[in-house]
């Protein structure tokens, strides 16, 4: 009776129930990248969290997503995807559960802890899954509304948790994560009894543990590093160290992955020009979109910006959020029968001339004047997250394709932890730069000066505020016109930083990308060649 009634749904509609399951997923993933930066305040408050305590509130859910995707992902291909989605529904509804009760900050970092392993087995399953249930013919656009919807609830995950943070509780953030994740069971439950998702496990597979324990060595300690190295210090042993072993652990990866019958990640696709540039361009889009997204955020909210507060910041990026869903949903049916030569490379570059047009930007300008800049970015990110993840897996056999999302999903992750800290360096370089002009607007051996010059080294922006508005009149009125130029050449670094890796993936995609379009599956093809 279950195999008749299954056989009678047709396969677009077995498409669309397995698409409405991952995308609720996706919308809990992608809103808890980004909601938790606006209740990062009520959690200090709640807390009592320390600078560095806070930033790992973030840092503990982008380094355990990053470090085990690759991995879930071919457990996936090996004991069924499914199985391995169920898993991360349960493992972030754990890590969400642990959050909304938390009574501490171990406990708080431990639910982000899970939340991170559980989004790992939800990204990196939860394409192949959708890739799996759909015919070839439509996966193109199914692939654009997967992109669409993490792209969207990046986009609107600041507004909703600023929201809930000032008008509700913080601990609803997670109750929300928990709601969502028991409707998606329900569907789940629905899929895997009728059976929408053909069985595409591998017969007779072994699990690469070495090469599970090498890519633990290489991702895990080196989005430590990245994230500790700017708080901590990059000279530090809890910087130095971290970096080392994964430069240990890189070696080892390539000498198990060569050695391997079925290695964790087959490095031989890499050779594929299409699937390198599949997963360099997602390296990039996420570079780009953290680069852009913690930076804007910070400078809008700034009381010498435009002072907005958490919900007035996310309801401000929001040309970028919608335009990136309209164009990702739209952009793969037209496309999906071309080369995607010059589509990516006109995404990266919408993206490149987005983000200098930024640069523009400044503590007088108006949000006139900027809206239209950050649909521009919108489209190129629309393009790209639509796009790139089916450049590379349609290239991939079918037994593969949970490895190939894996590791395309890694690249994203990395890039974005990678994106916020070069961006946050650029940042930090150009006001170190800059604040030496700010000091010697006072007065040489005056008692204000140094007060300033250690207010600037330690003190938070209110505190400095306050400190500038004690001061004479005419001097305080000049610190406080340096400060916000200082400011304005702090956020253009970290535009022109974003602007460069887009204008590098676009060059890639130029050369990358050409030639007629490859047949489906080609790839499959390089794992017969001699390693």
């Not at 080196?222 to 042993?237: C, D, H, K, R």
């Not at 990866?253 to 290695?263: N, Y």
């Not at 004690?470 to 602007?499: E, I, T």
């Amino acid at each position: 009776m279950t195999d008749k009634t299954s056989a009678e749904v047709t396969p677009q509609a077995r498409a669309r129930v397995v698409l409405a399951m991952t995308a609720i997923c996706m919308m809990v993933v992608g809103f808890n990248t980004t909601a938790v930066a606006t209740i990062l305040p009520n959690l200090k408050a709640e807390f009592d969290l320390t600078p560095s305590g806070l930033q790992w509130v973030m840092a503990t859910y982008t380094v355990a997503s990053a470090t085990l995707v690759t991995i879930v992902s071919r457990l996936g291909d090996i004991t069924g995807k499914m199985g391995v989605f169920f898993f991360g529904m349960i493992v972030f509804a754990i890590g969400s559960a642990a959050v909304l009760f938390a009574q501490d900050g171990t406990m708080l970092l431990f639910g982000r802890g899970a939340q991170g392993a559980g989004a790992a087995a939800l990204f990196g399953t939860s394409l192949s899954l959708l890739t799996a249930a759909t015919p070839e013919e439509q996966r193109a656009s199914v692939t654009g509304a997967w992109g669409a919807i993490v792209g969207l609830a990046i986009g609107i995950g600041p507004i909703v948790g600023g929201a809930f943070g000032h008008y509700v509780s913080w601990r609803a953030v997670f109750a929300v994560d928990l709601l969502l994740l028991a409707v998606a069971f329900a569907i789940g439950l629905h899929v895997s009894k009728r059976k929408y998702i053909p069985d595409t496990r591998l017969a007779g597979a072994k699990f690469d543990y070495p090469g599970a324990v090498a890519i633990l060595l290489f991702l895990g300690p080196l989005s430590f590093a990245l994230s500790n190295g700017e708080s901590g210090g990059w000279g530090t042993p809890l910087t130095l160290v971290p970096l080392a072993v994964a430069a240990l652990a890189t070696n080892v990866l390539v000498i198990v992955s060569r050695r391997s019958a079925d290695p964790l990640v087959e490095l031989r696709y890499f050779r594929h020009p299409r699937y390198f540039m599949a997963a360099a361009g997602m390296f990039v889009t996420g570079f780009t979109l953290f680069c852009f997204f913690v930076y804007f955020n910070t400078f809008v909210q700034s009381p010498d910006a435009f002072g907005y507060s958490s919900i007035g910041a996310g309801l401000a990026i929001m040309p970028l959020s919608l335009s990136m869903f309209v164009i990702s949903v739209t952009a793969p049916r037209f496309l999906a029968p071309y080369s995607f030569q010059w589509p990516v490379a006109i995404g990266l570059g919408a993206m490149a001339c987005g983000f200098l047009l930024l640069m523009l930007t400044s503590n007088t300008t108006q949000y006139a004047e900027i809206w239209w800049k950050l649909l521009i970015v919108g489209i190129g990110m629309g393009i790209c997250f639509s796009l790139l993840p089916r450049l590379g897996l349609r290239l991939l056999p079918d037994e593969h394709v949970g490895q190939g999302s894996g590791v395309i999903n890694a690249c994203l992750y990395f890039g974005a932890t990678l994106g916020a800290v070069v961006g946050g360096l650029a940042e930090s370089i150009t006001k170190r730069r800059g604040l030496s002009e700010v000091i010697d607007a006072l007065p040489a051996g005056s008692t204000q000066r140094e007060d300033l010059a250690h207010a600037l080294t330690h003190s938070t922006p209110s505190q400095i505020q306050q400190l500038i508005a004690g001061m004479d009149p005419s001097a305080s009125s000049v610190l406080a016109k340096a400060l916000r130029d200082l400011q304005d050449n702090a956020f253009d670094s970290a535009m022109v930083v974003a602007a460069i890796a887009a204008l590098i993936g676009m060059v890639l995609a130029l050369l990358l990308l050409r030639g007629p379009v490859p047949p489906v599956h080609s790839a499959a093809e390089l794992t017969r060649a001699p390693r």
